[in-house]
Each structure stands twice: as structure tokens, then as C-alpha cells.
């Protein structure tokens, strides 16, 4: 029997999907990327974006004209807002939140389900040893779904959840009503992850949270602080490297930070240890303080500026990224090119652009969205123009020289591979030998593009 899961959002609904493969496979499913395939079928759904949500309408009709044909159960979890849940209810077998994944054994059996791993037990009951379902292993539903082991996606890239929820309410964003509150995983279990998977070999390690820098806040001084963690992962960067066979090498990425909650500190962290990645995503949003007082981000360009100039001073080789929303509720022209301008001052390596859309729940939901869909279309391809214009001028400054990648795959262009730097910058250069995926190799960069470099390859 085989299950197909399909993630929709962010890098956190990912992480959380490879939590779903393994309660999954521990039943006794087997993974199939192929839909028709597959007896059970389940969405990783995101409603902070509408196009997102669309999606999930689409998916879910076309499985459900199905079910005329062959028996199949459907399921979502994720971030769902309530009045996408009340929608969703009668469309899906099974709903549940990301904490109750422990409980998804239990609600499949409770479904009419027989699982493959109690059709095993059933038959060993038989025909070989006496086995229960209850031997079969399932994860405990009182342990904390960070509790269960992922099943990771990549052999050298891997996302490690240290802190779920929000406490900004941010007046456009949601989820804060689809994952609730703030809460930090202990510090033990993420150091241990990040340990395991070095030993592992993996070579990018991404750690994650809504506003993953105010990591321990919720804990009342008993959890450690955000920088205090970096450092001790930077401290598993540095013993790694002393290995005798030179192959501990690895960068460690975050995403995504508060502007606010982003200190000196964790600055200063960064640049003290190599295995701590040389790239910063900071979210500005708007760069007009009007627009960033109604979204309620609790820093002014002003503020955000001087944590832009720290990271310059601190780690000049340090990459940018940003977060843009264009025609946010009551967003003025001049508001509009308030925000251009801080692109232009802040020199973004690359910067996410979405158009605004009302999210049921949040409070920017209750008033006009009074900026026309082509505005912001117009305004989401000026912004992008000027993007394409920096990343252009910043890659062209890395030809002639040596760069390190890590070659992640192959690449849309025939006969090539493509690696990403340690800011994040994507390289592609010539190769078929498929066996340097996952390792890091040097190139020399020879022409630059928006948003991409080619180089020719040096060697491992």
C-alpha cells in the first residue's frame, strides 16, 4: 500500500512533511511521488498566501472525482486557518494540526483503515511468530512530535526545526492562528540532530521557526538563547573539522529571523565560527515606516538599517536576503517607492516579492485591500527589475575568482550541474559526473547572470 504527500509553503511545511513520512512508513506505507499510485494521499497546506490555499482546492477535487473509481483516503494538516479548516472539513477524510501527528496511526485505524505493518503482524500472528499490532512500532502520542524522527528528503541537506509559532501578530501574517504561540525545542534534542547529522555527513543544515532568533524567549531564562545556540553548534563545526580524514565540513543556514529580535550578539556568533554560513535572510517588508507601523513589525527603517550596517561591518562577505510585500493595505505611491529605495540602499543578494492578499483571521483581513491587482502587479515587476539589476552587478564582482560550492543537482540546462556558494548564490558549470552531488567542489566563476553565475570546474 502506498501513501503520496504533497507540501505547499514554506521550508518549515517540508521539515514537517519528512515528520508525516516516517508515522507513515512506520505503519507500513510505502512513499510514491506518483499520485495515481497511491491509497493515501495528503496535502502539507499553507494559508499565508491564497495562491497557496488554491491549490489545495485543486488537489483535493481532482482526488476526491476519484474515489468513484478506487478506494482512497485523503488528509491536510499544516498551517490551515480556521475558516480554511471549516471549508476543508467536508472535502477531507482526515484533518489534523502538526502537534497531533502522533496520533495519525490512531486516526487512520479509527478511519476503517487496516494498515500494511497490521496486515504483517496479522499474518505472523498465522503463519510465524506471535506478534500484536501493538509490537508494531508506532511513535507515542504523548511525546512531542518533534519527538519522531524525520525522514530526510536529501543525504546532505537537512531542515531542523528549533521553534514553531509566533508572538509578533504581524497584521498581514497568519501564522500566528494556524500554529499558535511560541515554543522552543529543547536545546538538547536540536544540538543532538545537528550532531547526528554531521556525523552523517551531511553538508547544509537549515534550521527553522516563524521567527526562529528569539529562539528560548518563551522559556523564561530555563532554555538557552538564540546566539548562545549558534555558538554551541559552531563549536560542533569546529571539532568536526579537526577530523583527522578533513571531511567535516558543513554550513549551517536559519530562516526566518525577526528584524527585531536579530542582536549584535548573534551577529558577532556568525562571524566567529566558519561552520555558521555567511548568508543573512532579513525581512524588511516595506521600507516605509508608516506601512511598517500598520503591519505592526515593530522596527523602524531607521532601526533595520543599523542591523544591516552591523552585519556590514561584522561580516562584509556576508550575503542578503529580504522579504517584500508590495500593496499592503493603504500603500501609497510614494510609500511604494519608499521601498524601492531601500532595495537600491540595502543591495539585496536576492529578495522573495509577493503581492498582498487578505488572510481570513489576520487582522489586516478586517480592512479594504484598496490597492488594485494591477498596481500591484506593476509594482511586484518594478521591484524585480531593480532586483535582477543588483544581483546582476553583485555576481558580475565574483568573476575570475575561485569560489567553494556545495553541487546540490543537476542543472535545467543540458549537460551542466548546479551548486550553491556559501552565500546562497547558484552556480552552475559543466559536468554529467552526477557522483559530485553533495559535496563541495571549487569553481571558477566565468559569467554572471541575474540571480545565477557559470563557472568551470577546479576540482574537490
Request: aromatic share 10%.
Amino acid at each position: 500500500m502506498k501513501y503520496c504527500l504533497v507540501p505547499f509553503g514554506c521550508q518549515m511545511n517540508i521539515s514537517d512533511s519528512e515528520r508525516i513520512r516516517s508515522v507513515l512508513e512506520s505503519l507500513g506505507y510505502e512513499r510514491t511521488t506518483v499520485e495515481e499510485e497511491a491509497e493515501i494521499l495528503g496535502i502539507v497546506a499553507c494559508s499565508v498566501r491564497q495562491k497557496a490555499i488554491d491549490k489545495v482546492y485543486t488537489r483535493i477535487h481532482k482526488w476526491n472525482t476519484w474515489k468513484a473509481e478506487r478506494s482512497l483516503t485523503t488528509f491536510i494538516s499544516g498551517c490551515v486557518l480556521s475558516a480554511d479548516r471549516e471549508k476543508f472539513v467536508d472535502r477531507f477524510d482526515l484533518m489534523f494540526t502538526i502537534n497531533e501527528l502522533p496520533k495519525l496511526g490512531e486516526m487512520i485505524r479509527h478511519h476503517g483503515l487496516v494498515t500494511p505493518a497490521s496486515l504483517r503482524a496479522a499474518e505472523n500472528a498465522i503463519h510465524g511468530p506471535a506478534v500484536t499490532v501493538d509490537d508494531v512500532p508506532t511513535p507515542d502520542p504523548r511525546k512531542d512530535y518533534w519527538k519522531i524522527a524525520p525522514h530526510y528528503s536529501s543525504s546532505f541537506q537537512a531542515y531542523i526545526p528549533i521553534q514553531n509559532g509566533c508572538n509578533k501578530f504581524c497584521t498581514f501574517c497568519a501564522v500566528p492562528y494556524t500554529r499558535g504561540r511560541e515554543v522552543s525545542r529543547p536545546s538538547k534534542e536540536i544540538l543532538a540532530e545537528v550532531q547526528r547529522l554531521v556525523n552523517a555527513g551531511y553538508k547544509s543544515l537549515t534550521l527553522l521557526g516563524q521567527n526562529v532568533n528569539s529562539y528560548g524567549l518563551d522559556r523564561n531564562g530555563s532554555e538557552m538563547s538564540f546566539p548562545a545556540l549558534l555558538r554551541e553548534i559552531g563549536q560542533i563545526g569546529w571539532k568536526s573539522t579537526q577530523r583527522r580524514d578533513g571531511g567535516g565540513r558543513f554550513w549551517v543556514y536559519f530562516t526566518s529571523p525577526h528584524p527585531k529580535d536579530m542582536t549584535d550578539e548573534a551577529i558577532d556568533v556568525i562571524a566567529e565560527y566558519d561552520c555558521l554560513a555567511k548568508q543573512i535572510h532579513l525581512p524588511i517588508q516595506s521600507g516605509d515606516d508608516k506601512v511598517l507601523l500598520r503591519m505592526k513589525r515593530n522596527y523602524s527603517v531607521d532601526e533595520y538599517r543599523k542591523t544591516v550596517e552591523k552585519i556590514r561591518s561584522t561580516i562584509p562577505e556576508a550575503t542578503l536576503f529580504t522579504d517584500i510585500i508590495v500593496g499592503f493595505t493603504g500603500e501609497t505611491a510614494e510609500q511604494f517607492e519608499n521601498t524601492r529605495a531601500a532595495m537600491r540602499e540595502f543591495q539585496y543578494n536576492m529578495a522573495y516579492i509577493a503581492m498582498y492578499s487578505p488572510r481570513p483571521g489576520a487582522a489586516s483581513a478586517r480592512w479594504d485591500d484598496d490597492v488594485p491587482h494591477e498596481e500591484k502587479r506593476r509594482r511586484l515587476h518594478e521591484l524585480s527589475g531593480e532586483l535582477q539589476e543588483m544581483s546582476l552587478a553583485c555576481n558580475q564582482c565574483f568573476i575570475g575568482t575561485e569560489q567553494t560550492i556545495l553541487v546540490v543537482g543537476t542543472d535545467r540546462k543540458d549537460g551542466y550541474l548546479s551548486g550553491k556558494t556559501e552565500g546562497r548564490l547558484i552556480v552552475r558549470f559543466a559536468s554529467t559526473d552526477e557522483s559530485l552531488i553533495g559535496r563541495f567542489i571549487t569553481v571558477r566563476i566565468e559569467a554572471a547572470a541575474p540571480l545565477s553565475m557559470e563557472g568551470s570546474f577546479i576540482g574537490v
